[in-house]
């Protein structure tokens, strides 16, 4: 696992629930050391939580980071096209005609801040 995986890993652990960052956000707060879609693939590399790392879906809220649109990305690695919208949807985050969450509502601005 590259170094800055946990470091990615622990800002998405902090995004609060009903709340969103993006992959750029997310690759600006680590000082661009990576991009916006390595960011992605350091979520896709959590694995399933099964096997109770450190880190892994179960302990970080990968599905509350999303594109710079507002809209979900995770069909492009394999999961199911609606799992993410489900699950920020079970937080109260709604969706458009156009299948994006409204980010001036839901981005975490408090934690850009800082």
Not at 11 to 16: A, G, L, N, T
């Given at each position: 696992m590259?170094?800055?995986?946990?470091?990615?890993?622990?800002?998405?652990?902090?995004?609060?629930?009903?709340?969103?960052?993006?992959?750029?956000?997310?690759?600006?707060?680590?000082?661009?050391?990576?991009?916006a879609q390595g960011v992605g693939w350091a979520l896709k590399a959590l694995g399933s939580g099964k096997a109770k790392k450190e880190f892994d879906s179960s302990n970080v809220p990968w599905h509350r980071v999303v594109n710079a649109q507002g809209g979900t990305s995770t069909h492009k690695v394999g999961l199911p096209p609606d799992l993410q919208r489900q699950l920020l949807e079970a937080e109260g985050i709604k969706f458009n005609s156009e299948e994006k969450l409204d980010l001036e509502k839901h981005l975490w601005k408090e934690i850009l801040s800082k």
């Open positions: 590259s170094e800055i995986y946990p470091q990615i890993y622990r800002i998405v652990q902090k995004i609060p629930k009903g709340k969103v960052l993006t992959y750029g956000l997310i690759s600006h707060m680590i000082g661009g050391r990576m991009s």
